[in-house]
């Protein structure tokens, strides 16, 4: 069945959405997104995600195509329009199209920014069958730029990062730079040694996410200790468990990094129980 969309002001069947090929974000990545997931038909964490968007815009001197209650009120038409009860939304802004191709930011009072809005629907997403069994996970080396905090539609690397663990038969990689874990392709990373649950501190090298945040809050909550630190990837390999977050799998077991298994290789309790706290707290909050 077809989708409807949301492209600049209008809601349209996916089939009839179009932007320029002149498009900012098109020719060269130069746009924002955010991914927002739905449970029980209701967005999870949109304040967070609306927070981080105009931090992006903010730091790339991007102009937002309308305030944060207007783009809530289009995140839920679409829910409601396209009958989603578990999915996500992909939201993203580019800079706009001048009609040509240059380097130099266009006038932003003459080019107006591109808003592109879509569902994804994902019946099952809460009770993933992947989060039962746990991901596999490689490590390659982190060669993207040194702006990560933001978050912007330059995805290639992670593409190609989830192409390799593909190729090796694993689910994800990690990325390591100076012999560090920076994070997942698109996701948060985090090991667990005893009670204590250790992810690297927030930096330009990392995405802030706003799955970590609440994570390490109910944590907290649950009297977790919590370490923002880097680690590598051999103090991974010899954790009693580790995880990832993000938007779109909430907490993530992680059961094996570079063919070495983690515990029993099954889900740990830990990540097991942060994901079923999550679910359980943000449901609380969602709108
Ligand atoms: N990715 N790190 C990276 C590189 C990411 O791309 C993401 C999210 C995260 C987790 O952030 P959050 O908890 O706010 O989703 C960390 C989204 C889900 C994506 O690109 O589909």
Redesign the pocket.
Known sequence: MSRTVYVNGSYMPEEEATVSIFDRGFLMADGV???TSVLGGKLI?FE??AV?LERSLKELDMQAPCDMDELLDIHRELVKLNEIDEG?I?MQITRGSDGDRDFAFPDPETTRPTLVMFTQNKPGLADNPAAKKGAKIISIEDIRWGR?DI?TVQ?LY?SMGKMMAKKAGCDDAWLVEDGMVT??????AYIVKGNTIITRALSND????????AVLRYAKEAQMQVEERSFSISEAQGADEAFT?????FVMPVVEIDGASLGDGTPGPVAKRLREIYLEESLKTAI
């Open positions: 997104y955010e991914v964490a967070g995600h981080r996500l992909y990560r978050k995805l992670p994070e997942g392709t698109s996701n948060n990392i995405l802030h996410g706003i799955t970590r945040a977050t993000s938007a779109s799998a």
